[in-house]
């Protein structure tokens, strides 16, 4: 994921896309990038192949908002997004979370040392507007709620 690299969402989008996207087993189908195109007056050819129809979509930013819109569930962030932009730590995170303070989008598989766990696909559009004084102010208001 690495959207912590990233300095806007748009910019993550297209990178997201042609990196995600290729792994065969978890991303859009390449029909369904077809037809995206398609739907907005893109010209693809059925022997395109996805970074094709991808280079085609993305050459103005005209619709990358609404690409990551119909696939935000694909384009997502992670516990470790937020741990590297904003220095929150695990318990931080844990916090946040059980106050419902995150858009969740979905959720996705990966692998860990014990099998296979399930993990929350973070909305990507809520990290990129965030703020450090909105993460700070979540926790403070969290912590006082303990007491």
Not at 29 to 50: A, L, Y
Not at 79 to 84: G, H, I, K, L, N
Not at 109 to 136: C, D, H
């Amino acid at each position: 994921m690495d959207a912590y690299k990233f300095n806007s969402l748009e910019e993550y989008v297209k990178n997201e896309s042609r990196h995600y996207y290729n792994l065969s087993y978890r991303g859009i189908k390449n029909s369904e990038i077809k037809q995206f195109c398609e739907s907005k007056g893109i010209k693809v050819k059925s022997r395109d192949k996805r970074n094709d129809m991808l280079d085609k979509l993305f050459e103005t930013d005209e619709y990358v908002m609404e690409f990551y819109e119909e696939f935000k569930e694909y384009i997502c962030v992670s516990f470790f997004d937020y741990s590297e932009r904003f220095g929150i730590s695990k318990s931080q995170y844990n916090q946040l979370k059980k106050a419902n303070f995150f858009e969740i989008d979905g959720y996705f598989e990966v692998k860990a040392r014990y099998g296979w766990i399930t993990v929350p696909a973070l909305s990507a559009k809520q990290f990129f507007n965030m703020t450090q004084e909105e993460i700070n102010l979540a926790l403070n208001n969290n912590q006082e709620s303990l007491f």
